[in-house]
């Protein structure tokens, strides 16, 4: 093990079995980091576990002798939970990637051989997105990454519909948790992952499930449905992370479905440098960016100056309170406005009632999403004839 005298330098511990390459990013990046280096992943973990407090980020190559790296970020992610991971692999393959995502849990995934200043830059950047965001709730992240592992993880679809006939158009992929929903509320799960690794493996693993569902889907939503899956700024600011949406966005479109993503837009990172690149990125590529929770935080009309996005969704508690509030009501109304304006589509949640929906039709909303078409059903017992009778009533 590597010591270097206490200072002010971030530490990073290093872990992989190539010494030569231990003593290179000493060399290139002492200066910057205090780089704490070791050759032996179970030796590495002991050291860890005694000095957790005084890391700031864990590097570790894939291919080691005693374990490979994913098994060892799992491993430090059960000792240091709150400290970002970085995966070095001369071969990031797709099976590699969602193993580091959905196990290890890590910030980032990087090809060898990389750069200083490659490396430099993602240390800068996890060390400035740190992970400690779950302690302030009652479920941790740790608890979320076990239930997925565990199979704890189900998801559910609620249709959107056509504010013009109340057709059919797509639906929104919601989570669910079994065991976790027994004891905690589903926002607190969601809030304890939402700036975490594990918020990535949670968005994947719906992405999974959702591709199981794909044909069930299909037959009950129609061929080139929109269906849109939640998805944190925190992930969307990882470019790794962001490619791997990519290529399940393109995997959706040859079974004839588009993937939607929704932005929540109360998360400070929507306005990083990093998300708005990859936001950008996913744009060019065609892939629509809904701003979700629209109204509800205080990004709200600063979004709307990107050109990334495609469309937002009304809040649900700005769209019940607007038969009551006339602030609130007024607010949908020049919201809709000002998005049209925009070229942006408008979707309202929360809706529970005709005369609601009446309201949002005379205001121009583009969709809705609510019980009064459908509960959110798992794919097999989503019925849509019941979605389908009322815009014929």
Not at 93 to 117: E, H, Q, Y
Request: with cysteine; glycine share 6%; charged share 20%.
């Amino acid at each position: 093990m590597q010591h270097a005298a206490l200072n002010f330098r971030p530490t990073i511990l290093m872990v992989d079995d190539d010494e030569m390459l231990l003593s290179s990013v000493r060399r290139t990046l002492g200066s910057s980091f205090h780089i704490v280096t070791n050759s032996s992943a179970i030796a590495a973990l002991d050291w860890l576990a005694k000095n957790f407090s005084t890391v700031d980020a864990v590097l570790a190559d894939f291919m080691m002798p005693e374990m490979d790296g994913i098994e060892f970020l799992h491993r430090a992610s059960e000792v240091a939970p709150a400290v970002p991971r970085i995966l070095l692999s001369g071969n990031v393959s797709f099976l590699s990637l969602r193993d580091a995502i959905n196990r290890g849990m890590v910030s980032r995934v990087l090809a060898k051989p990389v750069s200083p200043a490659i490396l430099r830059e993602a240390l800068n950047d996890c060390i400035s997105s740190p992970l400690p965001g779950a302690a302030r709730h009652k479920v941790s992240a740790l608890e979320v990454g076990d239930a997925i592992e565990k199979n704890h993880h189900s998801i559910v679809v609620q249709p959107r519909v056509s504010a013009k006939d109340f057709s059919i158009v797509g639906g929104e992929v919601l989570s669910r948790f079994s065991c976790l929903q027994q004891r905690f509320t589903l926002e607190d799960i969601i809030g304890a992952s939402e700036d975490h690794p594990v918020m990535n493996q949670m968005t994947s693993n719906v992405l999974y499930l959702l591709e199981d569902a794909a044909d069930t889907l299909q037959a009950k939503l129609g061929s080139f449905a929109r269906i849109s899956v939640n998805c944190s700024p925190y992930s969307l600011a990882n470019m790794d992370f962001v490619q791997f949406l990519m290529q399940r966005v393109i995997d959706f479109r040859r079974r004839h479905i588009e993937l939607e993503f929704e932005i929540t837009e109360h998360n400070p990172k929507v306005l990083s440098a990093a998300f708005i690149r990859n936001a950008s990125f996913l744009k060019e590529q065609g892939v629509q960016l809904l701003i979700d929770d629209f109204g509800t935080g205080n990004n709200s009309i600063q979004l709307l100056r990107h050109n990334f996005y495609t469309g937002i969704k009304l809040d649900r508690g700005l769209v019940s309170r607007m038969m009551t509030e006339t602030l609130d009501n007024s607010f949908v109304e020049w919201t809709v406005q000002i998005a049209h304006k925009l070229g942006l589509c408008v979707i309202a949640e929360g809706v529970e009632d005709l005369t609601v929906a009446k309201r949002l039709q005379k205001y121009g909303v583009d969709e809705m999403q609510g019980y009064y078409f459908s509960r959110p059903e798992i794919p097999e017992n989503l019925l849509m004839n019941s979605v389908a009778g009322i815009a014929t009533s």
